[in-house]
């Protein structure tokens, strides 16, 4: 049965309308029948998904976009893929919003963001400009159903910068816009250029932001992606996905490529600066990465991430789809720290409620505990071969093992993950979805998202939790 190899990499810029229909048909086949395709979350009908991207609310409907490769599991011609919902609960299926066939993206529309203006939404995005994969910025208009006039706005410099060039996201402070766009410098360190514009489609060059912490310069890494910033309360909030960070200790900088944020003062345009005091990881669990941001228009801050990294291979790629996004979060400032929270509207989805026993069977491994504990506690779930999922915490520091599960992966990127634990006392919030794992700790300042595959799980044993379990339905 014909197959692309994608060890070719011409096979990675396969367009949609070259795929043969019935191979098409088939990977969506196959991609449906997959046991560990999500009951609830957004994933791919085939292919590989990653970031979101455009994510807006326009008279009640919530507009999410995302990077799409239709033609196989791996990262190749990016398409933006859309869909909307008025409640997170049930979604409208929209099609393929963008494809790569501009002269500035003809080679993928990479990521980017909307930026509403009273009644017009202005999109910005990264274009692939030709085979020499040269990146540039480009602008689009949102009517609400389709992005039009489409056009490159800003070119990279490569007196500045290597190809490491992308993912631009604008707000407008008083009569001006601002433009943050992730980048390598020429001495291979991440940076963000800061970008001036008087009209919304229109930018000149400001310079590059220095990120103080406590008056010092921030090293991060040799390449910032997915900035993210708005401001709240006279403050600041900057989060970024810097590659190339480490710590030496067990708790920080421990996946692929991390996600980290920033709470200071208003970000200084004038001076180019951006002063905080500490740096957090937005997510300490194995499969999470560039989030995106908006304000909906309940004036909540509504995040979503992409649930999978770059560089693993997943135990779902053979049935020839990969990746899927987090549960919507809504996310606020609290004592200098991020809280995180799936959204309210996700109540919708529980059925059959429960109290927490130590042994709960499990028909579906679509699941949510709610539970409350003071200390230590474990969650286990798993399977009657003994594969299993351990989340637990000792009163010190919470630990996500998933080295038993049926189907192991990414082994060279550890399969224990740990945080330390900021409160005793507290309501921990686990939401499962079959192949995923979203948990909320420290009252939502702690959280962990992964990826987790185990063949048939059965069971869900708990020790030291008290409080509620629910099935989720589709």
């Known amino acids: 049965m014909f197959q692309y190899d994608f060890s070719n990499h011409q096979n990675r810029h396969i367009r949609i309308t070259d795929m043969p229909a019935e191979y098409f048909q088939r990977i969506q086949e196959t991609t449906r029948k997959d046991p560990y395709y999500p009951v609830w979350h957004i994933a791919p009908k085939c292919g590989l998904m990653n970031d979101p991207n455009g994510l807006c ?14 033609a196989g599991p791996v990262h190749g011609l990016k398409h933006w893929y859309h869909l909307t919902t008025k409640d997170f609960i049930y979604y409208e299926d929209h099609g393929v919003a963008m494809y790569p066939d501009t002269e500035s993206d003809s080679y993928g529309c990479y990521t980017g963001m909307a930026l509403k203006e009273g009644e017009k939404v202005h ?4 274009g692939i400009e030709n085979e020499e994969m040269i990146p540039c910025t480009c602008y689009a208009r949102f009517d609400g159903e389709k992005l039009t006039d489409r056009k490159k706005i800003v070119e990279m410099d490569p007196d500045q910068t290597t190809m490491n060039y992308r993912d631009p996201y604008v707000w407008k402070r008083d009569s001006e816009y601002w433009m943050l766009t992730g980048a390598e410098s020429k001495e291979h360190e991440g940076i963000l250029m800061l970008y001036r514009g008087k009209q919304a489609d229109s ?23 997915c900035p993210n910033y708005y401001e709240e309360n006279q403050k600041g909030v900057l989060f970024c996905s810097p590659m190339g960070i480490s710590s030496e ?5 421990k996946n692929v490529f991390s996600v980290v944020y920033m709470i200071g003062k208003p970000l200084d345009t004038e001076r180019k600066e951006f002063h905080f005091s500490e740096m957090y990881e937005l997510d300490k669990g194995f499969d999470f990465y560039a989030p995106q941001s908006y304000e909906d228009e309940k004036h909540r801050r509504i995040l979503f991430g992409w649930l999978g990294n770059s560089k693993s291979e997943y135990p779902t790629d ?6 899927m996004l987090t549960l919507p979060r809504e996310i606020r400032i609290e004592e200098e720290r991020l809280i995180q929270q799936p959204v309210e509207e996700l109540k919708q989805l529980r059925a059959n409620e429960k109290s927490i026993t130590e042994y709960t069977k499990i028909e579906e491994c679509s699941f949510e505990l709610e539970g409350n504990t003071e200390g230590a506690f474990s969650i286990e779930i798993g399977n009657k071969d003994g594969n299993s999922l351990t989340f637990s915490a000792d009163g010190e520091e919470y630990c996500l093992n998933r080295s038993d599960m049926t189907e192991v992966y990414a082994e060279k990127f550890g399969t224990i993950r740990y945080a330390k634990q900021l ?8 939401m499962v979805d079959r192949s995923s794992i979203e948990i909320f700790c420290d009252h939502g300042k702690t959280v962990f998202t992964s990826r987790m595959f185990i063949d048939h799980v059965s069971y869900v044993k708990v020790k030291n939790l008290s409080g509620k379990f629910y099935d989720l339905r589709k």
């Open 203 to 225: 930018y000149e060059y400001a310079g590059r932001v220095r990120l103080l912490q406590n008056g010092q310069e921030a090293m991060l890494g040799y390449m910032l992606e």
């Open 423 to 430: 409160e005793k006392k507290q309501t921990v919030r686990v």
């Open 123 to 126: 999109v910005f995005y990264t």
């Open 249 to 253: 200790n067990k708790y920080d900088y």
């Open 318 to 323: 053979k049935n020839n789809w990969a990746h």
């Open 57 to 70: 609310e326009i008279n009640g409907i919530h507009h999410i976009f995302y990077q799409w490769f239709p």
